[in-house]
């Protein structure tokens, strides 16, 4: 029988020479001193942790855009505090729950409706929890130590965070509340305690509220167990990598049989789900449903599944090439640092590689597939890192390469540079929204009523310059609204928006009453290119964007189907043969042209008022200061003596991607009327 080795009397000192004692791991036998005194591994770890939060709190000030995703959260906060009765069923409520204190502020501070600052501040104040709550979790398994705090360095702070941190992310919480939820197991296989068991439940039940995907961490967590309770024990399953013993924690007559572990995590699971479950029929109810509440979730799932059905959009390799935006170290260790953590680490670290493998699998399998999704199991690289890199850094010349990757990845010319991201928050897109610019004219300003609006776009789209980084991800850095978002933000009741999708509906057959308010976009969307690398979004073929107000211009009767413009001027109604020599009723007048384009109007859709006739006429712009009502071959001699009107939209805001000033919101948009 070999004797197990003996431990050496420091090795529970970390290399800052602080006493740790860890629930389930200690530092390797010889954890090497690298020539570091303790002051430069707390000054490195004081900077390490405090400059990612002191960014995010400024960041939270700066950045008033935000993402469609975010959106949808921010306009169910106002639900969630009653100031709005609108529900957007793709967002799980508990992010709109985490909210509502940055949703009071919102109000009490008086901020504009677009201005996402109050919120940002806030999820600056949760990401930052996340990150003090990482670090005190690896410290927990591993110890305070220059490889843990180089697997931290490596995959947590990584570009990919500081990419969304900024934001309302319902991506990077995630990842601590599964480090959390290895942790609890892993304890409770040690020794039962009720408290663990309850923690477990809690973090269960708030990662599905947060995204049904994260359901799957209960399963992937109880199959992880399963398979490295039924396969042979763990080569030092009591004795830590290293090959240090450490049978600290773990309490033999204390300690659940693992059928009895298994169990309980299984009756955890549906303990957890009943309260997700019901978290999330509580969250969509409205006074007077008829639905029974239990089944409103099932509700929501049956939409979901009617909106993100399968596509083909996301590329199936996105997340293997821009592996390196998740950190270079990362990218080259994870893989031996899974195989290593496998072979010489524990049970924890073997459930935590099983857990990693079934996520990655998982979110490779669903249709959608944006990079951000991984952020979840960063926390959990970092764990599974840990055990190589004190293999490694044992050699100095390793923990220098080391460092040298972690600083390459802050090299602003490099295509995932750190400091390039976090110096993007200053640019002016982020600081002054587009669509805040854009929708100025539907801010409502305490009028008895409002006119109706129209919403004939499909998204709309935002941009900043330079496009994304990210090859492949199809909404990195394209910033949508959705008519939802409109109805929410601009205090609209359903009733008052009238929506009409540009690829269903021409403009000739869209309807609009007096008065009326439209947003215009042409079919498309600002989305990145499916591109093995980078390129600038892409929309079919130019995607222009404005907002117009309906208006009349009258046309008072002159006798024989002649009528008086507003300037004085007189224009006929005629009947020419149009393009394909059928006779069709015809407007000839430079005068209608440019008082039209006095008015920034909107020439593609024009509507001619008969005065008593209840439809009015299509009006078409056919060429220089020519206009056709179409499928008219005559006029009618009745209408000659009748007042006419000619209604269109005139542009107050307008944007169009590309072009040279792309994304500029133009006040007097002259451009557009052609």
Not at 16 to 36: F, I, Q
Not at 60 to 81: H, K, P, S
Not at 95 to 107: G, S
Not at 493 to 516: C, H, N, R, T, Y
């Amino acid at each position: 029988m070999s004797k197990r080795k003996k431990r050496p009397s420091n090795a529970s000192a970390d290399a800052g020479g602080k006493d740790v004692t860890p629930a389930v791991a200690s530092p390797p036998a010889a954890e090497p001193s690298l020539g570091r005194p303790s002051r430069a591994f707390r000054t490195t770890e004081l900077i390490v942790l405090a400059l990612p939060i002191v960014w995010m709190i400024v960041a939270g000030f700066l950045v008033e855009t935000e993402y469609y995703d975010g959106w949808d959260t921010i306009c169910n906060a106002r639900r969630f505090t009653g100031r709005s009765q609108m529900m957007i069923y793709n967002r799980n409520p508990m992010m709109m729950a985490l909210l509502a204190p940055a949703e009071f502020a919102h109000k009490a501070g008086g901020f504009h409706t677009m201005d996402a600052r109050p919120y940002h501040v806030e999820m600056a104040m949760l990401h930052a929890a996340y990150l003090l709550l990482t670090w005190l979790g690896l410290v927990r398994l591993f110890g305070r130590s220059w490889p843990t705090l180089l697997a931290y360095i490596a995959a947590v702070p990584c570009f990919m965070f500081f990419e969304y941190a900024p934001f309302v992310s319902h991506d990077i919480l995630s990842g601590v509340l599964l480090l959390g939820m290895v942790i609890a197991a892993d304890a409770l296989r040690r020794k039962w305690c009720w408290g663990w068991w309850t923690l477990l439940i809690v973090l269960g039940a708030f990662a599905p509220l947060i995204k049904h995907i994260y359901a799957t961490f209960w399963v992937f967590l109880v199959i992880a167990h399963i398979i490295v309770t039924l396969l042979p024990a763990a080569p030092d399953e009591h004795v830590e990598h290293g090959g240090v013993a450490d049978d600290r924690g773990f309490d033999a007559n204390a300690a659940p049989s693992r059928f009895r572990l298994i169990g309980m995590l299984i009756l955890g699971a549906f303990i957890s789900g009943a309260i997700t479950w019901l978290g999330m029929a509580v969250a969509f109810t409205f006074p007077g449903d008829k639905e029974p509440l239990l089944t409103l979730p099932l509700k929501q799932l049956e939409f979901l599944f009617s909106v993100h059905g399968n596509t083909g959009m996301f590329p199936w390799w996105v997340y293997l090439r821009n592996a390196p935006a998740y950190g270079l170290l990362t990218t080259l260790l994870i893989v031996p640092g899974i195989v290593i953590a496998w072979r010489r680490g524990g049970y924890a670290l073997r459930v935590a590689a099983i857990i990693w493998v079934l996520t990655v699998a998982i979110m490779q399998y669903i249709a959608y597939r944006e990079v951000r999704y991984l952020l979840c199991l960063t926390p959990l690289s970092a764990m599974l890192l840990v055990p190589i890199l004190r293999t490694l850094v044992v050699d100095r010349r390793w923990f220098n390469a080391a460092v040298a990757l972690l600083v390459v990845g802050l090299v602003p010319g490099y295509p995932y540079s750190i400091l390039a991201n976090m110096l993007r928050v200053t640019e002016p897109f982020y600081q002054h929204s587009e669509a805040r610019d854009l929708l100025q004219p539907l801010e409502h300003h305490g009028e008895t009523q409002r006119p109706p609006l129209l919403w004939y776009m499909r998204l709309f789209s935002s941009s900043p310059p330079g496009g994304s980084p990210l090859a492949g991800d199809r909404y990195n850095r394209n910033f949508h609204l959705a008519h939802m978002h409109i109805l929410t933000l601009y205090g609209y009741q359903p009733s008052q928006l009238k929506m009409f999708e540009p690829a269903k509906v021409e403009p000739d057959l869209i309807p609009w009453p007096p008065g009326a308010q439209m947003i215009y976009g042409t079919d498309g969307w600002l989305v990145n290119p499916v591109s093995l690398w980078p390129e600038m979004p892409e929309t079919r073929p130019t995607l222009v964007q404005f907002v117009g107000r309906d208006f009349a211009l009258p046309l008072a009767p002159a006798g024989d189907a002649h009528y008086t413009l507003p300037n004085g001027s007189t224009l006929a109604i005629t009947v020419a043969p149009d393009a394909d020599g059928k006779p069709v009723v015809t407007i000839v007048s430079a005068a209608l042209t440019q008082l039209l384009t006095g008015r920034n109007t909107y020439m593609g859709m024009l509507r001619l008022h008969i005065d008593g006739v209840p439809n009015p006429l299509v009006l078409h712009a056919v060429g220089p200061d020519r206009y056709t009502v179409p499928g008219m071959s005559v006029w009618p001699a009745g209408a000659s003596a009748r007042a006419l009107a000619i209604h269109a939209f005139g542009l107050e805001r307008a944007m169009s991607y590309p072009s040279p000033d792309a994304g500029a919101v133009i006040a007097s948009p002259d451009e557009f009327v052609k």
